[in-house]
């Protein structure tokens, strides 16, 4: 796979993973009522806002990652003997 077609891919799985995972963190703060105290509140928003970042940087790399070349252009094996 090319790397414009890993890019393509990349950023449509990126656009819905957020829109998922920002779902999720709202209807997790409502089930567990987590306005109960403001440093709880604080605490789960701080953890709740970064914690995607680690998934999305994960395939951020995957998406950069450079073209292999084709098989005629690769070096080939030494052999050690």
Known sequence: MNIRTRKLIGTIVLLIFIAVYALLVMA???????NASKWVELAFYI????A??????????????????????????QRRG
Do not use: F, K
Request: net charge negative.
């Open 28 to 34: 997790a703060a409502i089930v567990l009522q987590v």
């Open 47 to 50: 953890i709740g806002g970064l």
């Open 52 to 77: 995607w970042v680690i998934p999305a940087a994960l395939l951020v790399r995957w998406m950069v990652r450079p073209d292999e070349p084709p098989e005629e252009i690769r070096p080939a094996p």
